[in-house]
């Protein structure tokens, strides 16, 4: 079995594209006692469509927000088309370091208050990743992977794919992450 986490699908196609390489998360309702943590260094991106809103999006991203809600999949399944590998990981409590990640994501300053907001004394979960992207396949829905949840298991294994970005590129961002959130 392999994990697989949770993300929204315009999250999902940024990082795809090489244009988001920081996750931040608090982690979902199910897991308020201990937080997010990173279940797995090694996990497929499971793309979701609840609770995407335009205002939670900077605006240079809305295309990316329009083309997922456009393509979504078939009843009773869900496409999986990379996975991620964590190449670091922070828990951050600074505003400031929070807003001077705002280069590495999608997500609007706001919708980013709103989740820092949430459970205040909980630090934010910074992951930096590297993203593989794999041929497209169909996964079969099933019960347990509804609800607010972050982690799924899903029944699939990792293959051959290529890096999202250069891995100059990753090295580059990455240092530049680890010099913010140091």
Not at 35 to 56: A, C, M, Y
Not at 65 to 71: E, I
Not at 88 to 104: C, G, P, Q, R
């Amino acid at each position: 079995m392999m994990e697989g986490l949770k993300e929204w699908a315009t999250v999902v196609k940024a990082l795809e594209q090489g244009k988001q390489t920081v996750i931040l998360r608090k982690g979902g309702i199910l897991e308020t006692a201990s937080g997010f943590n990173v279940e797995s260094k090694k996990f497929f991106l499971f793309p979701t469509w609840e609770h995407q809103e335009t205002k939670h999006v900077k605006s240079e991203f809305h295309d990316f927000l329009n083309q997922v809600l456009k393509k979504k999949p078939d009843e009773g399944f869900n496409k999986i088309s990379s996975y991620a590998e964590v190449l670091f990981e922070k828990d951050i409590v600074s505003n400031e370091i929070i807003k001077d990640l705002s280069s590495f994501h999608v997500w609007s300053d706001s919708y980013i208050q709103e989740r820092r907001n949430w459970k205040p004394e909980k630090p934010m979960k910074a992951v930096f990743l590297k993203i593989i992207k794999i041929p497209e396949f169909n996964l079969p829905l099933k019960p347990e992977f509804s609800g607010c949840k972050s982690w799924i298991e899903l029944n699939s294994n990792f293959q051959e794919g290529e890096s999202a970005l250069k891995d100059s590129e990753i090295e580059e961002k990455l240092q530049e992450f680890k010099e913010i959130v140091k």
